[in-house]
């Protein structure tokens, strides 16, 4: 299962994951999506995968209060966003153990590093999305090697990891002034 979380407007690009499924079901005919969260373009979104065929393998699952679950039983995440800052929902993936499929955009790359814990495509470039997903999609040893490196990249992110950070920050800076 690909999973998808994120408010339903365009910068997302939730309507490229959309666009992949016809190509992903090809070559993977299990597959199947769940897009969490709610906006303006739900309903566009909807009719997109209902132009396309695809509408009985994307649901449209709205916010939901247990994102965890959700994330928890995916195979991947697809973060096909236009724009991104830091990407919170690919860290909460990440923890997790699933591997990430994001656009090389803003924070995204951070996160995700350089094909370490996913895959990074281009932005707006569905032929690349369609492509990592089935390259996920069909092969579970690789999927396995993401999600452990996943895992370990996520707690560099942490709040505790974070926190050391700033105290060695802070401990540097104090010891350059000699207070």
Avoid: C, Q, W
Wanted: net charge negative; aromatic share 2%.
């Amino acid at each position: 299962m690909v999973a998808a979380l994120g408010r339903l407007v365009p910068v997302k690009g939730f309507d490229l994951l959309v666009e992949a499924m016809p190509a992903l079901l090809a070559a993977v005919p299990g597959a199947h999506a769940i897009v969490i969260g709610d906006g303006p373009e739900e309903a566009a979104l909807a009719s997109l995968a209902e132009g396309l065929g695809v509408r009985s393998r994307v649901r449209l699952h709205g916010p939901s209060a247990d994102v965890t679950a959700l994330l928890a039983a995916a195979d991947v995440l697809a973060a096909p966003s236009r724009n991104e800052g830091m990407g919170r929902a690919l860290v909460e993936a990440m923890a997790l153990g699933v591997p990430v499929i994001g656009t090389d955009v803003g924070g995204i790359p951070s996160v995700v590093g350089d094909d370490e814990a996913g895959r990074l495509i281009p932005p707006d470039d569905v032929p690349a999305l369609a492509a990592a997903l089935i390259e996920l999609g069909r092969d579970a040893s690789v999927r396995a090697k993401l999600a452990e490196v996943a895992r370990e990249r996520a707690e560099t992110f942490s709040t505790t990891v974070a926190e050391m950070k700033m105290l060695d920050l802070y401990a540097s800076l104090v010891g350059d002034k000699r207070l």
